[in-house]
């Protein structure tokens, strides 16, 4: 298995300029979570989807955030428009269904690396 | 979640036992203590979870205390790739997301 996949893995854009990350759950994997992480707050959990439905969205920052979740093999992080503050790495993890065998441990992708200018 | 406590930093030598302690003192009956890493530069990577008893696995070990008001993850033999940022996580055990402290910054020197 490829493991979740991120992409692109670094992002420079502009300020006020629309970003889209992008990412791939493991296969069969029922939810999916998207993280920030910053020096200033650490790791912090943004959104989470359960069966392509979101679930807990209180982490999301603020309205030029959004995440959608499409089918289930794939979810989109987008900021419009994108600020410098925005700049973190962003961590998407996928788990499988309740009951399956690693349902405890989230498997976290390699991270996109944003940076706003 | 309970709140967890961990020092900032720790030193252990290639080859020796590296022991990462964790207080959780004001943990609940139905929460278990999970252990997670981030290498430099990757997405943090679960290691091993408890609720009550000692566990083990091919990566490290886990030892609760009696009352569950601390811990401490052990990696029996420490190698220079497991220098990373431990974090210790205390939550009920489910689907939703983790709460992640500082950590511990593990350090292994050659």
């Known amino acids: 298995d490829a493991g979740v996949i991120q992409s692109p893995r670094h992002e420079v854009t502009e300020m006020g300029q629309e970003v889209t990350l992008r990412c791939k759950p493991i296969?069969?994997?029922?939810?999916l979570f998207w993280y920030r992480q910053t020096m200033m707050r650490g790791l912090e959990l943004l959104i989470y989807?359960?069966?392509?439905?979101?679930?807990?969205d209180s982490g999301m920052p603020e309205d030029r955030f959004s995440a959608k979740m499409p089918n289930a093999s794939f979810s989109t992080l987008k900021i419009q428009p994108s600020e410098p503050r925005d700049s973190a790495v962003y961590f998407c993890a996928s788990i499988p269904a309740w009951g399956t065998s690693s349902y405890n441990e989230q498997f976290f992708g390699p991270g996109t690396r944003l940076t706003v200018l | 979640d309970a709140k967890t406590t961990q020092p900032t930093s720790m030193d252990c030598a290639e080859g020796r036992a590296a022991n990462l302690p964790c207080n959780h003192s004001t943990i609940s009956g139905n929460e278990y203590v999970y252990w997670y890493r981030q290498i430099h530069s990757q997405g943090p990577q679960y290691i091993i979870h408890?609720?009550?008893n000692n566990e083990t696995n091919e990566m490290a070990s886990l030892i609760i205390t009696e009352d569950r008001k601390s811990s401490t993850l052990i990696l029996p033999h420490a190698t220079l790739r497991d220098t990373a940022v431990y974090y210790c996580?205390?939550?009920?055990?489910?689907?939703?997301?983790?709460?992640f402290g500082k950590g511990t910054h593990l350090i292994i020197q050659p």
């Open positions: 996580i205390v939550r009920v055990g489910g689907a939703d997301g983790l709460t």
């Open positions: 408890g609720l009550k």
């Open positions: 296969s069969g994997h029922d939810y």
């Open positions: 989807f359960n069966n392509n439905v979101p679930i807990d």
